[in-house]
């Protein structure tokens, strides 16, 4: 292997690293762009509804999903991940009348999601769709569309879920993050979810939880 062939890849994989990133950028921007009513109506439906927020996608999607669940349930909003294949199969009991349901499908047309839709709409939740296909048959049963289209993917052969798992990726965080903001979420809050991490030992931990209060040596005062 010469050195000029190691050098002409690297070359190659930072080019490569670089459109990528312009990619993200382009689709950031798409995504800004896009912002409005839909995405404030989410967020108050969030606030208002009286049970969890369940995420729900298959694929990359639902690995996409299961993040955004993680960060709702860790910043203040009850959340779990439904997987659509075990949904079928019993897992449809975590969902329970009026929950809000946000199911992920860059298409809008997969088959595992949408066969959850009667179910969904007999127990009265409330859809959100984070689709790119706004005439699609996810978007026609959703309440609320939230729009993560993009101009094509990152990857070479445009196939790859690549810019379009970013932009889910940064609309949940978004949602995530205005729920904060609305409810005034503080570091004391927190630090009640993340007990086991450092901010959470420095403002719940007490002096009580350290010292010994048993089995203490002692010293006679006139030893």
Known sequence: MSDSSSKSRGLSAISAAR???DAYRGAITRLDDALGPPFAA??????????????????????????????????????????????????LGM??????????????????????LPAFQRLD??????TAGAGSSLAKAARIVLDISVDREACPLNLAPTTSSMNTLVLGDAISVA????????????????????????????VRDQMRVDDLPFVAADA
Do not use: W, Y
């Open 19 to 21: 459109s990528l990133f």
């Open 42 to 91: 989410a967020v108050e439906l969030i606030i208002g509804a009286q049970g969890h927020v369940v995420i729900c996608g298959m694929g990359k999607s639902g690995l996409i999903g299961r993040k955004i669940a993680a960060t709702l349930a860790s910043t203040g909003t009850p959340s779990l991940f439904l997987h659509p294949a075990e949904a079928i199969h019993g897992d």
């Open 95 to 116: 969902v329970r009348r009026n929950d809000v349901v946000i199911l992920i499908s860059n298409s809008g047309e997969t088959e595992e999601i949408l066969r959850l």
């Open 125 to 130: 939740a409330q859809i959100i769709a984070l």
């Open 179 to 206: 729920l904060m903001e609305a409810r005034g979420f503080a570091e004391t809050d927190f630090a009640m979810t993340h007990p086991g991490g450092a901010l959470g030992r420095r403002l719940l931990m007490k």
